[in-house]
């Protein structure tokens, strides 16, 4: 007894395996990549945050105390924000706003592991974070 074949399926389930694993891995690929991208914008909003707080914690109590208790970010605040972030390896743009606001914005590039294949070879955050200068726990807020 012989078993009669189609010529025209030859191949078939071969073809659709290997388009499909090569899909399911590219998928992988995208999926690692936005992870490590997430990742990042954690880690820079993290370090944004702790550099305005190093930059806050610059207050002139002195000064403000003199002055009816009036707070104001001065130069220091600045310097100390981007100290923290020289100690930390990142590099980021430190603003004073007004008087009473200190703002960091820290962007991390890490390089892409799978996309680098089509040619984005590395991913990129941008954080900012804000510290706001205030007396107390009810005083004045800007």
């Given at each position: 007894m012989t078993r009669r074949r189609l010529r025209g399926d030859?191949?078939?389930l071969t073809l659709f395996t290997a388009i499909t694993v090569i899909g399911l891995l590219v998928a992988l690929g995208f999926i690692v990549d936005a992870?490590?991208?997430?990742?990042a914008g954690q880690q820079a909003r993290a370090?944004?945050?702790?550099?305005?707080?190093?930059?806050a914690?610059?207050?002139?109590?002195?000064a403000?105390?003199?002055?009816?208790?009036?707070?104001?970010?001065?130069?220091?605040?600045?310097?100390?924000a981007r100290t923290y972030l020289a100690q930390t390896g990142h590099a980021g743009a430190v603003t004073v706003t007004g008087d009473r606001t200190i703002?960091?914005?820290?962007?991390?590039?890490?390089?892409?592991v799978?996309?680098?294949?089509?040619?984005?070879?590395?991913?990129?955050?941008?954080?900012?974070?804000?510290?706001?200068?205030?007396?107390?726990?009810?005083?004045?807020?800007?």
């Open positions: 030859d191949g078939t992870g490590q991208k997430l990742q370090i944004a945050e702790e550099a305005a707080r190093a930059g914690g610059q207050v002139n109590r002195s403000a105390y003199a002055h009816g208790g009036t707070f104001t970010a001065d130069p220091a605040a600045a310097a100390a703002q960091v914005t820290v962007t991390i590039t890490e390089p892409a799978f996309t680098a294949i089509i040619g984005i070879s590395q991913v990129s955050a941008t954080q900012t974070a804000t510290a706001n200068l205030f007396q107390g726990i009810t005083g004045s807020q800007p």
